[in-house]
């Protein structure tokens, strides 16, 4: 059940007596609490409001699909539960990683709001602390220990947790999470008959049921009984997830007993139910090889790089397999195969973004299989979900210098401390990368972004060009954000032919891109040449993306330019009605309403824009015009000087 912190919860006894007391003070300080306690930093609303660039980066980090089960797993998802999700408000948008600056406060109430508000901004190890605090006033409370239990866990502080679940199962021994962690600590020991005696107790739902039998299969397997682990996996029966997990542990654990032909038998099995998930590629193709059929493993990995052609896992066993090398088995031990059941399922989970918890498997997985840096690129990934960056740069930190996932855990380093307003290491760190491959194109790529969103474009355009020299003669369809992105760059530093230029190559490569329309559309409407044809570029655009609310204020706005006030006014109220807290679009439906007569609601519009937090030098501008509105020039037509009207350099 997802943990909804209403008093209708502490009402109905979902929290200690003495807390009930004290439920709407719990409640209301932190109603809201997600996205909208700390503001967004300056520079991110400048690159996207104010310029209007709607995704500041465009770089495609990297990602990787180990499990992408979600149609698979389906509402199984929402059913998981350990003890309850973390704290509300863990799953908001929220400003980078604040300081809660809080101490440890001197009484039960206080620790526990303390750790709300930490939980709040997915501060784990700070919430844990509170909980744990709490504890000392109430030593037995059962939401206390589950709190602190999880959040210690999903802090990956794991030294005290067996203290935490001890105490806790002995108030209710079938608590899950008190149950996995005393199961997966006496799996780490070698108490197997332990191990599967306390994950039996973890059963809650599909998945956590799914997980206990694989996870005792494997401690079945641990004490030397490969017979029975195959049998328990043999009897999980259900839906397609359900059997795309039972055959690739079946081969995981066949493959570490030395049975090669069974190994590979069950991993066809689970490629037959879906063949996109890496791990169980990695794992089939290096059986195949090390079974001697070369054959059969050139073609698995042939189709998956076709698939996923710069996949640097899938490019490492490639390499292998293609100087028919015999490859090492990608599980070798038990903690690894049960490491493997505890990542899938996390990962699918925070992937599907529908239960916090995902984050504890991933945690759990990483002290089964502490080399595991697919595991640590995905909780990595998490934590920048959570805007945690800089818990993300410290996990991406033990990303092994010699794994082939170093580059990409160094690129995403580079986009954190980039969120973190550390330009300068952001820059260093994708140099660092550029330096061992200057023909890293991803790198160079996303140096560029972060350039072009911080306006150095001088410098950012000098970027691309590099970018596209190592494209090469022949760009794809994907080429196109860079040759629009040059463009920008170009435009902004008053280089028109050669922005031109770079926008009609970006819509040769992808000619109804709606951004590219939108943006040379403008532009030639702004430098008053080829107005017809750019008009026309820009209604492509809405027609192709008519719920961007940039986009139709970039029509309304040529409309204004060309005169055309009366359509100016009905377009640019349509992009308020998309966009309505954007201070651009407010501040260029001031300027139509003024030229049709309608001061009172120019004024209005003008007053919005003021109090949607313009950029400094863009608030001077407003002020103005609502001390004395708009200014007469010679020809008896109102001219405005109106706020940034560059078109919208949005990027997917």
Known sequence: MQWQWTAATFLAGEATPRLKRHAFAAILPFSGVGGRLFRTPR????????????????????????????PLLGAALATLTLAGPLPAGARGTVAAQPDTG?????????????????????????????????LLDAPDDKFLLERALSLYIAAGELTEVR?????????????????????????????????????????????????VEILSAWAEQGAGKTDDALARLGKLDGEKWYLFFRHYHAGLIASVAGRGEVAAEEFKAALAIDDGPVSVIDAATRTFARNG?????????????????????????????????????????????ASEILSGLGTAVVREDTNDFGVIFLQLALALDPNDDMTRITLAENFERLNRPNDAIAILDKVSARSPLRRNADIMIAFDYNTLDKVDEARATLRRVIRKDPKDKEALNGL??????????????DVYTRTIRAIGSQPQTEDWQVFYNR??????????????????????????QPLVLNYL??????????????????????????????????????HYKLG??????????RAVSLMPSDPTINDHLGDAYWQVGRRIEARFQWNHAKASKPEPEDLAKIEAKLEHGLAEDGTGKAAAETVDTKPAQATP
């Open 43 to 70: 520079w991110w609303r400048a690159a996207t409001n104010r310029r209007r660039d709607c995704s500041p980066m465009m770089l495609r980090r990297p990602t990787f699909r180990r499990f992408a089960m979600g």
């Open 102 to 134: 809080l101490p440890i406060a001197s009484s039960l109430e206080g620790n526990y709001l303390a750790g709300r508000l930490a939980g709040s901004i997915a501060d784990y190890r700070a919430s844990a602390d509170y909980f744990a605090s709490a």
């Open 163 to 211: 203290t935490f679940a001890e105490r806790l199962s002995a108030i209710d021994a079938d608590s899950p999470i008190a149950a996995l962690t005393i199961g997966l600590d006496d799996f780490q020991a070698g108490r197997w008959t332990d191990a599967i005696a306390s994950f039996q107790h973890a059963r809650s739902g599909p998945l956590l049921t799914l997980a």
């Open 293 to 337: 059929d070369y054959g059969a493993a050139k073609a698995t990995i042939d189709k998956a790089l076709a698939s996923a052609p710069g996949h640097p896992l899938l490019k490492e066993v490639a390499a292998i397999i293609n100087a028919k090398s015999r490859p090492a088995a990608r599980v070798r031990t038990v903690s690894e195969g």
């Open 448 to 461: 560029g972004n972060i350039l072009r969103t911080r306006k150095m474009f001088a410098e950012a355009a």
């Open 487 to 512: 463009g920008i760059t170009y435009e902004r530093t008053n280089r028109w032919p050669e922005a031109e230029a770079d926008f009609k190559k970006a819509l040769e490569l992808k000619p109804d």
């Open 521 to 558: 559309g403008y532009s030639w409407i702004d430098k008053g040449m080829n107005l017809k044809d750019g008009m026309a570029l820009i209604e492509k655009a809405v027609s192709l993306s008519p719920t961007d609310g940039y986009i139709v204020d970039s029509l309304g706005w040529a």
């Open 564 to 573: 055309e006030y009366d359509e100016a006014v009905s377009q640019l109220e």
